[in-house]
């Protein structure tokens, strides 16, 4: 196939005004990073408009007042990403430029620039609510319907259609912008994609921070690669049993946990070590350990040598004022060096629980050790469920050992109480059940 000057110059033409149309879509990359919303919308509508009249500007003159040029591609991949108000700002911007330069070609190419705009809304409607799912066969569409209906409007103009036009600068214009459309239009669905993709991983972030900022549970995100990397050079140097050869090498069991460096803590885990964020990523873990932790530790190191998903387990920890602290640790144990540098670690705070249970149970020794001094028989009778609970100086007191009264209940106090006493005890029973009396207290005669 042979093309002859005219025809080289339609496609030269045709090729530098589709460059200037990426200048268009750069810069349109580059503004809605910046922007969102309807300032957005109408951000775009601007530079659309103003994109459609710079390739008008660098139009090929095909007769005095006809211009072929790549306002289509512009208007119609505007219509179709920006949606309605970019599309009649950008067209109303365009067609006020195509109407001020005039010629006999004016009122044509107006109505290239509404079919060009209209078939772009028409192809987001179809794909909506998503138009990122357009893809190059739709571009292809496109580009065919919008070229070829414009080069049917020329068909308006006072000239030989079929000699000026469809002989002339139609195959090209047609070809060459149809080609346009669909590489504009691939380049700015691949920079929304990726621009979708960037706003669903900023929410993601900022709900994970959220959550991390906002949970009660003291969460720290540390860096283990450096004891990742330490382990695996161990075990390429022969080692196979880690727990031996730190017992042999105590020292190597500091040196690993200097090689933890913690990256951030949230508000809960400040609140817990009572150290800022920064003197927390300058601390050594070690002024961290509690009674038992270095024990602990290595069980960590042991169950990230041996490949396990992860540890948790309850241990003593240190605050940085010096406070004791019990708390239950998880930690996800990463099998990968990648995956170490970023680590985790959630701590639940028990201190206050087991300082609860511990004044518990010296309260229920003191208890005890008066009950014994004073020599007092008691029992405790669940009300919801029956269940019943005596001491051993009750059964004696009654004369028999517990394990004669077995199985205990409260049937045992009704079968050793004396019938005349039981009705009494029930009636105090009701009073205090209907909250008459305070308290019941009752003397009773006992079975012996």
Known sequence: MHLD???????????????????VVVAHRAMVDRLSGLTESIASGLLFGAGAVLTMMAAFVAWDGVIFDGRTVVLSIGALFGGPIVAVISATIAIAYRIYLGGQGAMVGALVIATATAVGLALRQLHAPDPLTVRARHFWTLGLVVHVAAVLWFALL???????????P?????????LSTVAVGLLIGGMERVRHFDSILRDSHERLQNLFDST??????????GVFRALRQLRDSGVTDLREHLER????????????????????????????????????IGSFFGPG????????????????????REVALRAGDGTELTAFVTIPLPDTEQRARHVAISI????????????????????????WGTDVGTWEWNVQTGQTVFNDR????????????????????????????????????????????????CEARMLH
């Open 348 to 371: 639940l705070d028990l201190t206050a629980l087991r300082n609860t249970e511990r004044q518990a149970m010296q309260e229920r020794e003191h208890l005890r050790e008066v009950l």
């Open 249 to 284: 090498n105590p020292a190597l069991v500091e040196e690993l946990a200097g090689k933890v460096r913690i990256l951030q803590g949230n508000p809960a885990a400040v609140r817990l070590f009572r150290v800022t964020v920064e003197e927390g990523r300058k601390a050594h």
């Open 170 to 178: 139609a195959a090209a214009y047609i070809g060459i912008l149809t």
């Open 293 to 312: 932790a270095h024990d602990s530790y290595i069980d960590e190191l042991c169950a990230l040598w041996n490949g396990a998903p992860r540890i948790e």
């Open 394 to 441: 009750w059964a004696e007191i009654v004369g028999y050992t517990l394990a004669e009264l077995e199985p205990i209940s409260i049937d045992t106090w009704e079968r050793l109480t004396h019938p005349d006493d039981l009705r009494r005890s029930g009636a105090i029973l009701d009073d205090v059940f209907s909250r008459k009396l305070d308290a019941y207290e």
């Open 216 to 225: 009660g549970i003291a969460l720290v995100e540390e860096d283990m690669s």
């Open 5 to 23: 000057s005219t025809e080289v110059s339609y496609v030269t033409e045709f090729a530098h005004n589709a460059a200037l149309v990426a200048v």
């Open 158 to 168: 006072p000239l030989d259609y079929v000699e000026d036009v469809l002989k002339g």
